[in-house]
């Protein structure tokens, strides 16, 4: 069984950066995919960011490139998910996710984890 917590959530304003962490427990994860979700109150959970398996090549929701970098730590077992540049748009509440088996066509499919965080809250405002 796969525990995962998320950590480094809070309020802040435009323009100011966070780093979450995702610490996973129960089993080594260096070949399993991880990824970071986040849901906006009244919205469908959506990806954010990931590692494929083992592959060190993230990829990224289209609106987060350039602001947010995924980052993972396999002797800590831990990923996390460093923020610049927030804007309001990104308030949600953030999820960690894991899969062992995950094929690549579901990466963005919030559905198709088997693991997942209590999530962090972010709120990003003035």
């Known amino acids: 069984q796969v525990q995962l917590v998320e950590t480094g959530g809070g309020r802040v304003q435009p323009g100011a950066s966070l780093r979450l962490s995702c610490a996973a427990s129960?089993?080594?994860?260096?070949?399993?995919?991880m990824s970071w979700f986040r849901q906006a109150p009244g919205k469908e959970r959506e990806f954010v960011a990931a590692f494929f398996r083992s592959n060190s090549n993230p990829y990224y929701k289209d609106s987060v490139k350039g602001r947010f970098t995924v980052s993972r730590d396999n002797a800590k077992n831990t990923v996390y998910l460093q923020m610049n540049s927030l804007e309001p748009e990104d308030t949600a509440i953030y999820y960690c996710?894991?899969?062992?088996?995950?094929?690549?066509?579901?990466?963005?499919?919030?559905?198709?984890?088997?693991?997942w965080g209590q999530g962090t809250q972010i709120t990003v405002s003035s």
């Open positions: 996710a894991a899969d062992l088996r995950l094929i690549l066509n579901n990466l963005r499919r919030h559905a198709a984890y088997d693991y």
């Open positions: 129960g089993r080594t994860l260096s070949r399993s995919t």
